[in-house]
């Protein structure tokens, strides 16, 4: 008896402590105001002003509404928001979330987000509802609004449908800031004098040493991976990439302190003008260097990266969207290459920090290279490197390129006018370069036979025919062949592919084409997870420049409107190095030039033949691996290991190319050399234009996974780079003061 009397005692306690609900809606209220919804992913915007009397507990929202009795319902109580699903009159709770806040004659705003299956309800500063859609919801001619309130003055409910996410800025203009809106400090677009005939290397740069902000992109945006290259210019400069912006006094921000600011990478939150920090670890951004912030943010989590390196992660229940900014402090600073682009990642992997999907994002987040300058292409001396057919030269039956590929691969070419009676053939080889065979062991082809009405796709090895497809009559406008896994796809759009297992090839492979029949130059075009292509179109935020000065710089002092990447150093090295590991077999190529670093010829060029590649460096340190050195006028071509030389040789390349002009105006002044060091196994070589000039094989094998490109007493111009590699790996955080995985100093 006595148990029955304190449970009952307890029941009444609990009934007392719960505050009375509200009676569930059944039916819209007749006097609602309600606006059209749009059928795919939207936000919705509502607003209020409450005045003295108001009683949020007779507030109701309406979403999702496609008769008086279906709809959705968000009605608030003393102390919680409730969402109810009603169908066909029956009402059913399906989440509950805390009560917004109201004060009166102060605006207060309510969203409403739908898509993907998902509703979340937020008031700006947090998120109070975030649930499931029910079935066939919103449905067709849907419509939203408010029901009558007294106390209150509503505004009309804004409606913005939402599509993917993408917005890109590499801020390619003039001083404008275009879409940016500067909030605080001096903000401008620092540009090329000729744009025309330059790498572009235009930023959005900080000059200030107080407080700066700007933003950019749209209210309604959430979900999404937001990135930019950042370069602090003094040790105490502070750079931040601030995102879900409402206003100077509320966001969020993926912060980086100076060495002389702390030297703190921190994730912070801003509410109401008062500071959080969320997640800090010790590290400073290096002075002058380029680094890549990103921003993954979904739901209530956000994942911060520098350099792809996972600095922070977070949940926080203010995650409910905005714009993007940045900021900075401290000295100046530069941004560039700005791109915010729509996520959808398993929860998992945004809480592991890694997963398919979440690479996929990060990708996306890079952006697209700007590409190349179309004043270069037009230039003969300037094709090889500056347009997509120019890489492939003619050997034999076919035209090859010389960058060797590791892994899965695929070409896509495309003819200027459709291909009605011809052939396209593509031809792998496993010679390393400069010994490929005029056809290549592996083929895959296309031909088409206008007379016979007969278009087919095939593959083959060594002349033995391994596929065959047969197309559909008619012109091919585009050939995909698709290699990976040892098997090789070929693809024209119009049929199902041709497609064989041909038992390779081995890693380590060549490209060649051949074309008959086809009118005006064709297009080509090479990608692969273990190709990396530079232009330095961006900014160079896979790079670590070490030892000299490198940034964007006239190459001829005679004609100071052409302007490429490059370094220089007229005491000592200058070096450049890539921020990626690559494991086992690599490949490294650099079509390059020398700056002329005084006025006059030829006194202008100090050392005119002095370019350095490194490979398998165990750091960014040209002494722990080993460094192809290639010379021409101040000494022998070498090749060294960890600081010793291995190889050695006088020949000049000019020697190798009877025909080519031999006046130091071509070799030197207008020349643009094409250098590459290749690792095969225990074997390396240097190659210049094409051709072996030194080849080492190792009895003890190095294993280091740095790439470098540098000089001595002298200054390159760097006009395009290429590293593939059998293993591609992550890039290192360098840092000064701890914290990142490369550390240190490079050399």
Not at 41 to 50: K, S
Not at 342 to 369: F, H, I, M, S
């Amino acid at each position: 008896m006595r148990r029955l009397l304190r449970v009952r005692a307890a029941l009444a306690l609990i009934l007392v402590a719960i505050p009375a609900a509200r009676a569930l809606a059944e039916k819209v209220h007749p006097k609602s105001h309600l606006v059209k919804m749009p059928g795919g992913r939207c936000e919705i915007r509502f607003g209020l002003v409450p005045s003295e009397g108001f009683d949020a507990t007779k507030l109701t929202l309406y979403l999702c509404v496609t008769g008086d009795r279906d709809f959705l319902a968000v009605a608030v109580e003393k102390t919680d928001v409730v969402l109810t699903h009603v169908r066909a009159g029956k009402a059913k709770i399906i989440a509950r979330g805390p009560a917004p806040r109201f004060a009166a004659g102060k605006e207060a705003r309510l969203h409403a987000r739908l898509g993907r299956g998902r509703l979340v309800i937020h008031d700006g500063a947090r998120r109070l509802v975030d649930a499931a859609l029910p079935a066939r919801t919103p449905g067709k001619a849907a419509r939203c609004g408010m029901g009558p309130c007294p106390n209150v003055a509503f505004r009309k409910p804004l409606v913005q449908p939402v599509g993917e996410i993408i917005f890109t800025d590499d801020f390619m203009r003039d001083a404008r800031l275009g879409s940016w809106r500067r909030h605080a400090g001096s903000w401008a677009v620092s540009r090329v004098a000729n744009a025309e005939t330059s790498v572009p290397a235009f930023s959005l740069t900080y000059s200030g040493a107080k407080d700066g902000a700007a933003s950019s992109g749209q209210w309604f945006w959430s979900d999404y991976v937001a990135s930019v290259s950042v370069r602090p210019r003094a040790r105490g400069s502070t750079v931040a990439l601030a995102f879900y912006w409402r206003g100077p006094a509320d966001y969020f921000a993926l912060r980086c302190r100076g060495a002389n600011a702390g030297g703190r990478i921190e994730l912070v939150r801003v509410a109401a003008g008062k500071e959080a920090v969320l997640s800090a670890s010790k590290g400073a951004l290096m002075k002058g260097q380029w680094y890549r912030l990103k921003a993954v943010v979904q739901g209530n989590s956000v994942l911060a990266l520098v350099d792809d390196k996972v600095v922070a992660r977070a949940t926080d229940a203010g995650l409910t969207g905005g714009r993007v900014g940045l900021l900075a402090k401290g000295g100046p600073s530069n941004f560039d290459d700005v791109v915010v682009a729509g996520v959808t990642v398993p929860a998992e992997e945004l809480a592991a920090g890694d997963g398919d999907a979440l690479r996929a994002a990060l990708r996306r987040a890079e952006g697209e290279a700007t590409g190349v300058t179309e004043t270069f292409s037009e230039r003969p001396t300037m094709r090889e490197w500056a347009t997509s057919s120019g890489a492939w030269q003619r050997r034999g039956a076919f035209s090859w390129a010389p960058t060797v590929h590791y892994g899965p691969v695929e070409l896509t070419w495309r003819p200027a006018k459709a291909l009605e009676h011809g052939t396209f053939a593509l031809a792998v080889s496993e010679a390393p370069p400069g010994r490929n065979g005029a056809q290549g062991a592996l083929r895959a082809q296309v031909s088409v036979d206008r007379d016979f009405g007969v278009s087919v796709a095939s593959v083959s090895r060594d002349g033995r025919p391994l596929a065959r497809k047969r197309l559909a009559p008619g012109p091919v406008r585009e050939v995909r062949t698709e290699i990976a896994g040892g098997r090789v796809r070929v693809l024209t759009g119009s049929a199902a592919p041709a497609e064989a297992d041909a038992g390779g090839p081995a890693k380590g492979f060549l490209l060649g084409y051949r074309v008959s029949g086809a009118e005006g130059p064709s297009r080509l075009e090479v990608s692969s997870p273990n190709l990396f292509d530079y232009t330095f179109s961006r900014a160079p935020s896979d790079w670590l420049s070490a030892r000299g000065t490198w940034r964007l710089h006239v190459r001829w002092t005679c004609d100071p409107r052409w302007s490429w990447f490059g370094g220089w150093n007229e005491r000592g090295a200058a070096w450049l190095w890539n921020k990626r590991r690559f494991r086992g077999d690599v490949s490294a190529e650099a079509h390059c030039a020398f700056m002329m670093l005084r006025a006059g010829w030829p006194q202008g060029y100090l050392h005119p033949f002095n370019v350095r590649l490194a490979l398998s460096a165990d750091r960014p340190d040209a002494g722990s691996g080993y460094v192809f050195v290639y010379r021409n006028v101040d000494g022998p071509s070498e090749i060294l290991r960890r600081g010793k030389i291995v190889a050695q040789t006088a020949k000049y390349v000019e020697a190798l190319y009877p025909a080519h002009n031999a006046t130091r105006v071509e070799r030197v002044h207008r020349r643009w050399m094409h250098l590459q060091a290749v690792r095969r196994g225990a074997t390396v070589g240097l190659y210049v234009d094409r051709e072996l000039l030194l080849e080492y094989t190792d009895p003890e094998p190095l294993t280091g996974e740095f790439v470098g490109f540098g000089t001595e007493r002298n200054g390159i111009s760097l006009a395009r780079v290429a590293i593939s590699a059998e293993s591609p790996g992550a890039k290192e955080l360098f840092l000064k003061g701890g914290g990142g995985g490369g550390g240190g100093r490079a050399k």
